[in-house]
């Protein structure tokens, strides 16, 4: 497993970016799938969270309304489309995928639930 995530830049506040995540060697989404970000100083916290079995997704109370994750048709690819940008999403952003599926709900949110992460690409958003 080798999660790649690119897609980061430096935008001002209210642009977009939208961020990739992608295996090279495999299809992605059979597992669960995830963005968290750390913003410095900060621990690390869950953004959004895509299981295409079941077309289950969720989102922070920081990103709804504004960010979408979601998988390409190619199934190579999981998307963050991030919109309405502020400077608190400064942070870098981390791709994840679990080795299973959970039961409860809460355990989507944590990253202890996750088992391979991409190398991060980190997010500027200038005020």
Same mark, same amino acid.
């Given at each position: ?40 100083? *900060? ?20 990103? *709804? ?9 190619? *199934? ?32 989507? @949110?944590?990253?202890?639930? @996750?088992? @391979? ?11």
């Amino acid at each position: 497993v080798q999660l790649q995530a690119s897609g980061g830049g430096l935008v001002q506040t209210g642009g977009s970016l939208r961020l990739a995540c992608t295996d090279s060697e495999r299809a992605l989404g059979d597992y669960p799938m995830a963005w968290f970000r750390q913003a410095p100083g *900060k621990e690390r916290e869950f953004v959004a969270g895509i299981r295409v079995r079941g077309g289950f997704t969720n989102y922070a109370d920081s990103v *709804k309304g504004r960010f979408t994750i979601s998988r390409d048709n190619s *199934k190579t690819t999981i998307y963050l489309q991030m919109n309405s940008l502020r400077p608190e999403d400064t942070a870098v952003y981390y791709c994840a995928e679990a080795s299973s599926y959970w039961t409860h709900e809460h355990f989507y @949110y944590s990253d202890s639930s @996750y088992d @391979y992460w991409g190398q991060g690409t980190l997010v500027t958003v200038s005020s």
